[in-house]
């Protein structure tokens, strides 16, 4: 059977294979080079500040929210900004890696290892699903809203395993957006959505390996 023969979507329409296939490649090609701009990020901001790195999150936060007007105008400046994105969050974050770095290396190689077949696993479920998981999207949106302020109650009370709770909360909604991203890369039919699809997947993947990070680091 050719590779060009359409799938049909229910509510989706017609969407020819050798598109899909060309816009997973592209797409997951740029998650690889962006992660490979977070590690050197993470390697030269090793010696940074915790407080620069919270300035330059924000910038990646800047990029991020930029690359939603590029796509629309120029692809090639949708990329530049995610791999500017890619290489800041990875300075913003080598302060917190440094640290896991120097007290339990352990933590960081279970936590890779971990993620990887995290993301494995959800993203071959959510790309082969045929049910429909915009709901679920919605309630895990909203439900992500909800542990955030749990974290930010977190900072000032003591809360017994608290932590753990809350990175295991965190793994449970990232499951579902994981697979949500990893279905919308293969209804998508739009090229240029490449660059938007490569950054909502790393950002599972980087949420995917902190929540990790934080459960293997405990020592209880």
Same mark, same amino acid.
Not at 58 to 70: E, N, S
Not at 189 to 205: E, G, K, Q, T, V
Not at 212 to 217: D, E, V
């Given at each position: 059977?050719?590779?060009?023969?359409?799938?049909?979507?229910?509510? /989706?329409? +017609?969407?020819?294979?050798?598109?899909?296939?060309?816009l997973f490649g592209? &797409?997951?090609?740029?998650?690889?080079?962006?992660?490979?701009l977070f590690a050197?990020?993470?390697?030269?901001?090793?010696?940074?500040?915790?407080?620069?790195?919270?300035?330059?999150?924000?910038?990646?936060?800047?990029?991020? *929210?930029?690359?939603?007007?590029?796509?629309?105008?120029?692809?090639?400046?949708?990329?530049?900004?995610? +791999?500017?994105? /890619?290489?800041?969050?990875?300075?913003?974050?080598?302060?917190?890696?440094?640290?896991?770095?120097?007290?339990?290396?352990? %933590?960081?190689w279970q936590a890779?290892?971990? &993620? %990887?077949?995290?993301?494995?696993?959800?993203?071959?479920?959510?790309?082969? &699903?045929?049910?429909?998981?915009?709901?679920?999207?919605?309630?895990?949106?909203?439900?992500?809203?909800?542990?955030?302020?749990?974290? *930010?109650?977190?900072?000032?009370?003591?809360?017994?395993?608290? %932590?753990?709770?809350?990175?295991?909360?965190?793994?449970?909604?990232?499951?579902?957006?994981?697979? +949500?991203?990893?279905?919308?890369?293969?209804?998508?039919?739009? *090229?240029?959505? %490449?660059?938007?699809?490569?950054?909502?997947?790393?950002?599972?993947?980087?949420?995917?390996?902190?929540?990790?990070?934080?459960?293997?680091?405990?020592?209880?």
């Amino acid at each position: 059977m050719s590779e060009w023969a359409p799938e049909y979507e229910a509510g /989706g329409g +017609f969407v020819r294979s050798g598109e899909t296939q060309t816009l997973f490649g592209q &797409t997951m090609g740029l998650v690889a080079a962006t992660a490979g701009l977070f590690a050197l990020g993470a390697y030269l901001g090793r010696s940074l500040s915790y407080g620069l790195g919270f300035v330059l999150y924000f910038v990646a936060l800047g990029c991020l *929210i930029g690359m939603r007007f590029a796509v629309r105008r120029s692809g090639s400046s949708a990329v530049g900004l995610l +791999f500017c994105f /890619g290489l800041l969050i990875g300075l913003a974050t080598a302060p917190t890696l440094q640290y896991y770095s120097s007290t339990n290396p352990e %933590a960081l190689w279970q936590a890779g290892g971990a &993620t %990887a077949l995290f993301m494995l696993g959800l993203g071959a479920l959510g790309y082969a &699903t045929r049910r429909d998981l915009s709901v679920l999207a919605r309630v895990c949106f909203w439900a992500l809203l909800v542990l955030i302020l749990f974290g *930010i109650v977190l900072i000032f009370v003591q809360i017994p395993s608290g %932590a753990l709770v809350y990175s295991i909360a965190g793994l449970v909604i990232f499951a579902g957006l994981t697979a +949500f991203d990893f279905q919308r890369l293969r209804r998508s039919r739009n *090229i240029d959505s %490449a660059p938007l699809l490569a950054a909502s997947i790393f950002l599972d993947a980087l949420n995917v390996f902190l929540y990790f990070l934080n459960i293997f680091n405990r020592r209880d």
